[in-house]
């Protein structure tokens, strides 16, 4: 398992990964305080570390990111300790500053390099935010709730996903209807923990990742005319409707069997139908693009796949998705 995920993970360059993990047995456990702790801490994490989270939903049981990690850059001294004191004390912070001021001072080059390093090694690396973030959580639930032992079941999944808004835009919105396909609610504005909810509410850097994933728009929109297209997409609506009207109607799909589980080998759902389901090709498929994308990561990593794969793209069977491919071809309980 570590070892598929270093796979996926590793890398150079401005990466995008859908990320899951769930509390171990599953237990309903996340309410409304731990949540909020939760989104507090993710939000200091990705401050020091400078990923960026680009949409998430925390349920129950589990949580989604979406994350960007920046191509890696070289931080001054000051720059530094600025993004230390989102998540060290002040005497922490300032104990450092004199340390590396003091190596800097005396010419000693190799110690202030190796201070620096002990905190840039958690910057900007998915696996080290992510062990931050659960550890963190971990630690604080069983002090508030008197318990001990593993709290998450397993480490956490990653989908690599391409950074087109095509890609982005699909993995966002599936993210964000998270509460819906739950019948927690009938829109995710209306859902206090997601990435959407908080844009909704004005939260400037909730907003400012919607940006991000609306590339088309180079950064031109205002605030609420970031929340109305990412909504628009969000519902699949005409560029005409008014985004207050829209909500997503509960209707029978034709391709359900009598247990409500869609069949999936003769489904034709589109891109909107589909986002109503939960689809594990967007969790488990590996990697999530274009076809040139994931050929690409399959000629990158063929060590990792077996000598008669000829190719890496795989079609997202079951639906009408136009140039979305994963590298995985899933075999039961693909869209549910």
Same mark, same amino acid.
């Given at each position: 398992?570590?070892?598929?995920?270093?796979?996926?993970?590793?890398?150079?360059?401005?990466?995008?990964?859908?990320?899951?993990?769930?509390?171990?047995?599953?237990?309903?456990?996340?309410?409304?305080?731990?949540?909020?702790?939760?989104?507090?801490?993710?939000?200091?994490?990705?401050?020091?570390?400078?990923?960026?989270?680009?949409?998430?939903?925390?349920?129950?049981?589990?949580?989604?990111?979406?994350?960007?990690?920046?191509?890696?850059?070289?931080?001054?001294?000051?720059?530094?300790? =600025?993004?230390? +004191?989102?998540?060290? +004390?002040?005497? #922490?912070?300032?104990?450092?500053?004199?340390?590396?001021?003091?190596?800097?001072?005396?010419?000693?080059?190799?110690?202030?390099?190796?201070?620096?390093?002990?905190?840039?090694?958690?910057? $900007?690396?998915?696996?080290?935010?992510?062990?931050?973030?659960?550890?963190? %959580?971990? =630690?604080?639930?069983?002090? $508030?709730?008197?318990?001990?032992?593993?709290?998450?079941?397993?480490?956490?999944?990653?989908?690599?996903?391409?950074?087109?808004?095509?890609?982005?835009?699909?993995?966002?919105?599936?993210?964000?209807?998270?509460?819906?396909?739950?019948?927690?609610?009938?829109?995710?504005?209306?859902?206090?923990?997601?990435?959407? +909810?908080?844009?909704?509410?004005?939260? $400037?850097?909730?907003?400012?990742?919607?940006?991000?994933?609306?590339?088309?728009?180079?950064?031109?929109?205002?605030?609420?005319?970031?929340?109305?297209?990412?909504?628009?997409?969000?519902?699949?609506?005409? =560029?005409?409707?008014?985004?207050?009207?829209?909500?997503?109607?509960?209707?029978?799909?034709?391709?359900? =069997?009598?247990?409500?589980?869609?069949?999936?080998?003769?489904? #034709?759902?589109?891109?909107?139908?589909?986002?109503?389901?939960?689809?594990?090709?967007?969790?488990?498929?590996?990697?999530?693009?274009?076809?040139?994308?994931?050929?690409? %990561?399959?000629?990158?990593?063929?060590?990792? %796949?077996?000598?008669?794969?000829?190719?890496?793209?795989?079609?997202?069977?079951?639906?009408?998705?136009?140039?979305?491919?994963?590298?995985?071809?899933?075999?039961?309980?693909?869209?549910?």
């Amino acid at each position: 398992m570590r070892k598929a995920r270093a796979f996926i993970t590793g890398g150079g360059g401005t990466r995008h990964f859908h990320v899951v993990s769930r509390i171990v047995n599953r237990d309903f456990v996340l309410g409304v305080e731990e949540k909020e702790f939760f989104r507090k801490t993710m939000r200091r994490l990705e401050t020091f570390s400078g990923v960026h989270i680009l949409t998430y939903c925390l349920m129950d049981n589990h949580f989604h990111l979406l994350i960007k990690v920046p191509e890696n850059s070289d931080l001054n001294d000051d720059d530094l300790c =600025q993004r230390m +004191s989102a998540l060290y +004390s002040k005497l #922490t912070v300032s104990e450092f500053k004199e340390k590396l001021l003091k190596a800097r001072l005396e010419g000693d080059s190799a110690l202030a390099q190796l201070l620096r390093k002990r905190i840039t090694c958690r910057m $900007r690396d998915l696996s080290m935010f992510m062990k931050d973030l659960k550890q963190r %959580f971990s =630690q604080w639930y069983n002090r $508030r709730h008197g318990r001990r032992g593993t709290l998450w079941e397993e480490r956490y999944r990653a989908l690599l996903v391409e950074g087109t808004d095509h890609a982005l835009l699909t993995i966002a919105s599936y993210i964000d209807l998270n509460p819906v396909r739950a019948g927690i609610c009938d829109d995710p504005k209306d859902y206090r923990f997601c990435g959407y +909810s908080e844009a909704v509410g004005g939260n $400037r850097t909730a907003i400012e990742c919607l940006k991000t994933l609306l590339q088309r728009y180079d950064g031109t929109l205002t605030g609420p005319q970031t929340v109305n297209e990412y909504r628009k997409h969000l519902f699949e609506v005409e =560029q005409s409707k008014s985004s207050t009207e829209n909500t997503l109607p509960r209707t029978e799909d034709p391709h359900q =069997q009598k247990d409500g589980q869609p069949t999936d080998d003769h489904l #034709t759902l589109n891109h909107w139908e589909l986002l109503q389901y939960r689809v594990r090709y967007f969790t488990d498929g590996v990697v999530l693009g274009s076809r040139s994308f994931v050929n690409q %990561f399959f000629t990158e990593k063929r060590i990792y %796949f077996g000598p008669k794969r000829k190719s890496g793209a795989r079609r997202i069977r079951g639906a009408h998705l136009e140039n979305l491919y994963t590298v995985r071809d899933l075999q039961v309980n693909r869209i549910s």
